[in-house]
Nanobody, 126 residues
Framework: QVQLVESGGGLVQAGGSLRLSCAAS????????MAWFRQAPGKEREFVAG????????DYADSVYGRSFISRDSAKNTVYLQLDSLNPEDTAVYYCASYSRRWQYPTHQAADFGSWGQGTQVTVSS
């Protein structure tokens, strides 16, 4: 399985922005769709944003639509999540995930993802 390492989380005031990064260890990174999920305390893990293996398609949860942007850099084996206009409801641990199968996209079920990062904490203060 590919190793995924997230970074970029932190404490930010409401209305602020963050850019999360996820570095992948596998050289076949470009054959896998990727996604970001998040899990708030006491809540289930939920899909946030996804991107196809080529980067040509992406999709977002309604909760972040219009104020987030997912992208990937093939040369760096890295996927990014830009989050803008943050609010306290965005507070959660954010996880990067890779689909289990090559060329798979755009399902949102956690069971479809075979590799997960350790998570990065995002805390938004009011």
């Amino acid at each position: 399985q590919v190793q995924l390492v997230e970074s970029g989380g932190g404490l930010v005031q409401a209305g602020g922005s963050l850019r999360l990064s996820c570095a992948a260890s596998d050289r076949t990174f470009n054959q896998y769709g990727m996604a970001w999920f998040r899990q708030a305390p006491g809540k289930e893990r939920e899909f946030v944003a996804g991107i196809s293996w080529s980067g040509g398609a992406n999709d977002y949860a309604d909760s972040v639509y219009g104020r987030s942007f997912i992208s990937r850099d093939s040369a760096k084996n890295t996927v990014y999540l830009q989050l803008d206009s943050l609010n306290p409801e965005d507070t959660a641990v954010y996880y990067c995930a890779s689909y289990s199968r090559r060329w798979q996209y755009p399902t949102h079920q956690a069971a479809d993802f075979g590799s997960w990062g350790q998570g990065t904490q995002v805390t938004v203060s009011s």
